[in-house]
């Protein structure tokens, strides 16, 4: 089982404090979503295991961290300034303005006919889906990029404009001679980077899955030309693997080819990994959406980025940079520009993919529907719950919370004792603790603790002496 729909989620995560609307006291801000106590360890779960298996875990891969807000002349020559829009239109009744393309994702209920071509076609026109009306005006492309200045300056100063980032990709390119010197790399190798970007979305929406500030993880690995279609297909082929092995089904999981008129103005060949973000649609084909992106971007960047690269046709000079991003092969004694295959992911997605799929719900005997969060060991924000099971023994506390300090540094642990033990059972199943551990009456005379199974609801009964040992071999069983 998964979530029936987001919304489950949304309510879920405010009500057990993994995600929370943004400014609420305020009355919100649109888009954007804070990551309470539960939903920042969720998150750093998420990157943790990203960054150990895309750098600890291989011998080709360096990390880095650069800077949001960039020179401007970075966006020029990767021409964001230019070509990183959506298709903007406006309702003429009503004035909200949404990105032409998914207003055409819109169900078929919601399209008009308007009319008939010369070819007797028919005409139709999608609703607005504020007011229903289907009067818009004519797309106009709308930049993405957030506008800043830096310095003291006046607002209007154009040498004083910068945007913030709208990828991490371009920090990684502007440093490949750093990090290739630095690091004494040869090809293939790659760079990796997790950080915030920022897009101006013109329709942003679905809880976490599209916000105006939100979280990449992406590495761009530099491959010779001719070598970059089977890296690409190895690289697909990893990143749909990775998905599964932190805990997401096969089932709600999918490869989408880009079609060309899809792909940005860099990539050769585009492949998404799509997830059944929105199960609850009628169609099928609608219950999928971008998970991650994983693109061959040629030897676009690299080539934009040096100073004065020519193409064939003498076309896409750069006077401003400094240097050439050209790389010399010291066997073959060539010189050339890598190609590069990009792996880019959302840590946001990430972390609603892996809340809707890990959602089930299961009946008591009492007839009760209880929820619980399945979330595979290494991504659940708490490992193991210590719970006494009565509060007011001070010999039970004591020895709760001692077993709770002694866990600590072994795994993230709590203590709780504050409600009765089978309203501390549902709270840790809700937000996916694998393990509750019961401290009672016969724990004092035998030394030994009941292990309840988050997933089966199973008890064991465990010898504390064993107990870290026991824990984390359960922990780290799991496939
Ligand atoms: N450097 C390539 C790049 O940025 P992208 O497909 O635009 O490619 C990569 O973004 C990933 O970043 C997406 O697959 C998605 O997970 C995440 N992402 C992009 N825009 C987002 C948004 N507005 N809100 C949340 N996540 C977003």
């Excluded at 959506?86 to 004035?95: G, N, Q, S």
């Excluded at 989408?256 to 792909?263: A, D, G, M, N, R």
């Excluded at 997830?275 to 030897?299: C, K, Q, S, V």
């Excluded at 709270?427 to 551990?437: K, M, S």
């Amino acid at each position: 089982m998964s979530a029936p729909n987001i919304d489950t989620i949304v309510s879920l995560a405010k009500r057990r404090g993994f995600v929370y609307p943004s400014s609420e006291i305020y009355g919100g801000l649109g888009s954007a979503w804070d990551y309470g106590p539960l939903g920042v360890e969720l998150a750093n779960n998420v990157r943790q295991a990203w960054w150990r298996w895309m750098v600890y875990e291989r011998d080709d891969i360096e990390g880095l961290d650069s800077s949001i807000i960039l020179n401007r002349l970075v966006w020029k020559y990767s021409g964001h300034e230019e070509t990183f829009t959506d298709p903007l239109t406006e309702c003429r009744k009503c004035h909200s303005r949404f990105r032409k393309d998914e207003l055409h994702k819109q169900p078929p209920d919601r399209f008009v006919r308007v009319g008939v071509s010369d070819t007797s076609g028919l005409i139709v026109s999608p609703m607005c889906p504020n007011c229903d009306a289907t009067d818009w005006t004519e797309p106009r492309p709308f930049n993405l990029m957030f506008r800043t200045h830096v310095g003291a300056t006046a607002e209007d100063d154009a040498d004083a404009l910068v945007y913030l980032r709208p990828e991490t990709a371009q920090g990684i390119f502007i440093n490949f001679l750093n990090v290739l010197n630095t690091s004494r790399r040869k090809l293939p190798f790659g760079v990796a980077q997790i950080g915030k970007s920022f897009r101006n979305e013109v329709t942003p929406g679905n809880f976490i899955f599209r916000t105006r500030e939100f979280e990449q993880m992406e590495m761009e690995y530099f491959v010779r030309p001719g070598e970059d279609e089977q890296a690409h297909q190895e690289w697909i082929d990893a990143c749909h693997q990775w998905f599964q092995s932190i805990g997401i089904s096969g089932d709600n999981l999918r490869l989408y080819e880009q079609p060309k008129e899809e792909l940005a103005h860099y990539a050769k060949r585009t492949v998404d990994i799509q997830y059944r973000f929105f199960p609850e649609r009628d169609d099928e084909e609608r219950h999928w959406d971008e998970l991650m992106g994983i693109a061959n971007r040629t030897d676009f960047d690299l080539r934009t980025h040096s100073k004065k690269p020519e193409d064939s046709e003498g076309k896409r000079l750069n006077p401003d940079s400094t240097e050439d991003l050209s790389y010399f092969d010291e066997q073959t004694k060539q010189r050339f520009y890598p190609y590069v295959i990009e792996p880019a992911a959302g840590v946001n997605r990430t972390v609603l993919a892996l809340l809707m799929d890990a959602y089930s719900e299961k009946t008591t005997d009492k007839g009760e529907t209880r929820v619980i969060l399945k979330l595979h060991h290494s991504m659940a924000p708490i490992k193991v719950a210590v719970l006494p099971l009565a509060k007011n023994k001070p010999e039970i506390v004591g020895m709760a919370k001692a077993i709770k300090r002694s866990l600590q540094p072994v795994v993230r642990a709590v203590y709780d004792d504050t409600g009765g033990i089978g309203k501390l059972y549902a709270r840790q199943d809700e937000i996916g603790t694998p393990f509750c551990v019961t401290v009672d009456h016969q724990s004092l005379e035998d030394e030994a603790v009941t292990v309840r199974d988050r997933d089966t609801w199973e008890q064991e009964r465990v010898k504390v002496a064993d107990l870290a040992t026991y824990l984390l071999q359960r922990l780290t069983e799991q496939a």
